[in-house]
């Protein structure tokens, strides 16, 4: 059945076009509508979210190098913030296409006409629900990555050019829209039928997801407004993620064309484009920055066994690429790093289970909101390294020597835990200022002989730190100009350097 749906999904005739372009028009007779199995648009929504948010673009030359989780081991514009414009564009079309088929969802479970044959897929409330809160992830997403942007009328084909809504208006919404999904859910009503990867139709679990993706919404925004933060947190805990049986997964095949992005960079594509970085296996590796004061390693002295599953010694010792050289050096450097074409991890696998989120975040968020508690502390490392298969006499080991809980301890341990959730790791850096360990412009990366190599950035707007949020795509320029310029005028200049609401 599996491989049927991912066969089914790869059609585009059931698709609907996002905010980037005029919706399509959707000829019908009103009279004699079109059963659609609707199932088989969330299959679609779930995997096209995934493959952008993980692939060789979005991911790969996006935000796995602005949270320095990786670095390129060639042509490095990237690390030094030129993103490319079709990166951006192709990723906020993939989004918004998305979106648009859960918003069909929610369309034909609602109208009269429709909602009957829908019920194929499950009932016609919880297919609601669901598209409400796979939607509302993925809105965050976009708003998280670009600040106001199109929401409250992308969605209606009859206008062409939506407007830009205040990312102020849109968290309310969306935690709204997650509350109510979940209040939606009544598990003895019956699960989804067909479609959902991710939990296979448990609602149940759905249900779970709304509550613990809401607390990451609201703590997020919580110095604008604490409220929604207050009123979640008064939920039991019962709903919300309650351990890794609960993490929102999407496990790829085996068989093409329908395996994990990162596997088709390396093994389709054949690209060998990415490593991980030197701060990041110096942060793992328990070992300071030597080359720029004050960069001091929370962990120092402990090594992490995520390490060793995430990267592979060079030469008997753990060696990740400076981040942010240009292109000769980065070459001439690479040898010297993991080549996970020859040495592919687990994440390179066809089949790995990429991350919507999970059970250690939510500990990691519990710990924060109770005064960096140490008990939610332990259960976030102890989730994490559970997850990614760490045995469990080096947790044992890792928990009795690891650092006590505080801000800094918790929140770099969950930007550690974040790994393949990177864009998640760099909105955190943005909230937070964690990990410290991160290279700024004008910071030394890497020393060669005598010879310090200085971090520079190539955009001219990025002088002394790392990108706040991303340039909106330039076609957006052109067939939304209105909301392009409204949004610009109201959040600010179109540059990295702008920061979004829950920023500022």
């Known amino acids: ?296 390693n929370p962990f120092l002295g402990l090594e992490d066994p995520r390490l060793s599953i995430w990267a592979y010694k060079i030469n008997g010792n753990w060696v990740g690429m400076p981040y942010g050289m240009d292109d000769a050096n980065t070459k001439a450097f690479a040898p010297q790093t993991c080549n996970y074409k020859d040495n592919p991890s687990v994440v390179h696998q066809p089949d790995f289970a990429y991350t919507f989120m999970d059970y250690a975040e939510f500990c990691f968020i519990m710990s924060e909101i109770n005064s960096w508690n140490q008990d939610w502390y332990e259960k976030g490392i102890r989730a994490s390294m559970e997850d990614w298969g760490v045995p469990e006499t080096q947790i044992a080991s890792y928990l009795s020597n690891v650092p006590g809980a505080s801000e800094e301890t918790v929140l770099t341990q969950k930007h550690i835990a974040l790994y393949m959730q990177p864009e998640q790791a760099w909105f955190e850096w943005r909230r937070t200022g964690y990990p410290k360990t991160l290279i700024k412009p004008g910071e030394i990366t890497h020393r060669q002989g005598t010879t310090d190599i200085i971090f520079e950035s190539i955009v001219d707007e990025i002088t002394n730190d790392i990108p706040y949020r991303m340039w909106y795509p330039i076609e957006e320029q052109g067939v939304n100009k209105p909301g392009y310029d409204a949004a610009v005028a109201a959040q600010g200049p179109d540059k990295l350097t702008t920061k979004v609401w829950w920023q500022q």
Not at 139 to 168: L, M
Not at 208 to 227: E, G, Q, V
């Open 1 to 296: 059945m599996l491989k049927k749906i991912f066969l089914i999904i790869s059609l585009p005739v059931l698709f609907i076009t996002g905010c980037t372009e005029k919706f399509d028009e959707i000829n019908k007779d009103p009279n004699n509508p079109v059963a659609v199995e609707t199932g088989y648009l969330l299959t679609y929504a779930e995997k096209t979210t995934m493959d952008y948010l993980r692939d060789e673009w979005f991911g790969g030359r996006g935000t796995q190098l602005l949270c320095q989780h990786w670095s390129q081991n060639n042509y490095p514009d990237e690390d030094r913030y030129l993103i490319r414009t079709t990166t951006i564009q192709n990723a906020w079309r993939a989004f918004y296409r998305a979106a648009a088929n859960l918003q069909q969802i929610i369309n034909l479970n609602t109208d009269e006409a429709t909602k009957t044959d829908a019920l194929a897929s499950g009932p016609n409330e919880h297919q609601i629900a669901v598209a409400m809160i796979l939607k509302a992830y993925i809105i965050s997403i976009i708003t998280d990555t670009w600040g106001d942007v199109p929401y409250s009328e992308c969605f209606n084909p009859d206008i062409r050019q939506p407007k830009y809504d205040a990312q102020s208006e849109i968290y309310p919404q969306l935690i709204q829209d997650l509350k109510d999904a979940a209040d939606m859910i009544n598990p003895a009503n019956g699960n989804i039928n067909i479609g959902d990867i991710i939990y296979g139709g448990d609602v149940a679990k759905w249900k779970k997801f709304a509550n613990t993706l809401r607390l990451r919404l609201a703590l997020r925004m919580s110095k604008k407004d604490p409220a929604p933060l207050n009123e979640v947190k008064g939920l039991p805990l019962s709903s919300f993620f309650e351990s890794n049986a609960d993490n929102a997964k999407f496990t790829y095949l085996t068989a093409s064309p329908n395996e994990g992005p990162v596997y088709r960079a390396f093994f389709v594509s054949n690209r060998n484009d990415f490593t991980i970085t030197k701060p990041f296996v110096e942060l793992l590796a328990g070992r300071n920055d030597t080359l720029n004061i004050g960069k001091v």
